[in-house]
């Protein structure tokens, strides 16, 4: 029997079919498995105006601007591996990719489920995200939420994506309890390794890696409140200096026209082609140590 959980706080999610329309949202809906989860709750200011001009007529109950805000949210989720060959991954991770982040979506049956980036014509009309954030007894609809992904590869640990995303922000509903949701189902995807192969043939073992879908969200304000957008930004892949044993290893990475490189976890694969990026390594606070940047110019994920 499934061990369902029960918690102070829940979040569901479900890819949206029309623009504005707020998904119905199901246990099933909801992510079993948070590693990490925060969000920065705008303040709502009241409208002077129509309430100035509604008390003079005896009205005294105050509306609020609750359209034109935007709710940020940050959701960590661990990857699991889809108990068959060709079904989506769980924990949300589909809706995520193919809803908040728009990726297209392909399903061979009983084979694989392979993202890939969209088109920039199609970002906007892209699938988006329902979300409903239960939080200390007050219920948050979130519609037409837009986000970013970044997904971490380290030695011996399990994959966990990072999503950065917004939603118009709407007042939320009191009395709310969090829904009970179950584990989810198979196991979590541990990464392998990753090895990168340059055009004269090299290959060469890479230990740890960063890949950030470079997903710009953006807002954009309209009559009646704000609009979420997304647009193909830059993707980014992202290598720790200690992660390519040997300074010619290293070198040869740099100096390559591109090369294509194939990152493993049990039950995902992520192939791409990537170049040096002009932007210096970074300093990531000692998670990573110092960081080599490279444009990442095709990507996509098959999760069999």
């Known amino acids: 029997m499934a061990n369902v959980l029960?918690?102070?706080?829940?979040?569901?999610?479900?890819?949206?079919?029309?623009?504005?329309?707020?998904e119905t949202l199901l246990?099933?809906?909801?992510?079993?498995?948070?590693?990490?989860?925060?969000?920065?709750k705008p303040d709502t200011k009241r409208i002077n105006t129509e309430n100035m001009a509604q008390q003079s007529f005896g009205h005294t109950i105050a509306r609020y601007d609750d359209g034109a805000s935007v709710l940020p949210m940050t959701l960590t989720v661990p990857v699991y591996r889809a108990a068959a060959p060709g079904s989506i991954p769980g924990n949300g991770v589909s809706e995520i990719l193919a809803g908040l982040c728009g990726l297209t979506e392909t399903i061979n049956?009983?084979?694989?489920?392979?993202?890939?980036?969209?088109t920039p014509a199609d970002l906007i009309n892209a699938p988006r995200a329902s979300l409903e954030l239960i939080e200390g007894g007050d219920s948050y609809p979130l519609v037409d939420?837009?986000?970013?992904?970044?997904?971490?590869?380290?030695?011996?640990q399990d994959l966990q994506i990072k999503t950065d995303l917004k939603a118009p922000f709407a007042l939320p509903t009191p009395g709310a309890s969090p829904i009970s949701v179950s584990d989810p189902a198979g196991t979590p995807m541990r990464f392998t390794g990753s090895v990168a192969v340059t055009k004269d043939a090299a290959a060469i073992d890479i230990g740890?890696?960063?890949?950030?879908?470079?997903?710009?969200?953006?807002?954009?304000p309209y009559s009646g409140g704000t609009r979420i957008i997304i647009k193909n930004g830059k993707p980014m892949l992202k290598i720790p200096t200690n992660a390519v044993v040997g300074e010619t290893r290293w070198q040869q990475l740099r100096s390559a026209t591109s090369f294509t490189l194939q990152a493993t976890w049990s039950g995902l694969v992520i192939d791409m082609t990537a170049r040096r990026s002009d932007l210096a390594p970074e300093d990531q606070d000692g998670t990573f140590g110092n960081m080599e940047t490279f444009e990442v110019l095709t990507?996509?994920?098959?999760?069999?």
């Not at 939420?145 to 011996?156: H, I, M, Q, S």
């Not at 740890?208 to 954009?220: A, N």
């Open 6 to 22: 029960t918690r102070k706080r829940s979040i569901s999610i479900k890819r949206q079919a029309v623009l504005g329309t707020l």
């Open 27 to 40: 246990a099933a809906d909801g992510i079993g498995d948070i590693a990490d989860f925060s969000f920065a």
């Open 109 to 118: 049956a009983g084979v694989s489920v392979v993202y890939a980036p969209n």
């Open 145 to 156: 939420a837009r986000g970013n992904v970044v997904l971490t590869g380290k030695p011996g």
């Open 208 to 220: 740890s890696l960063e890949l950030d879908l470079g997903l710009e969200v953006v807002e954009v």
């Open 299 to 304: 990507y996509s994920l098959t999760f069999n």
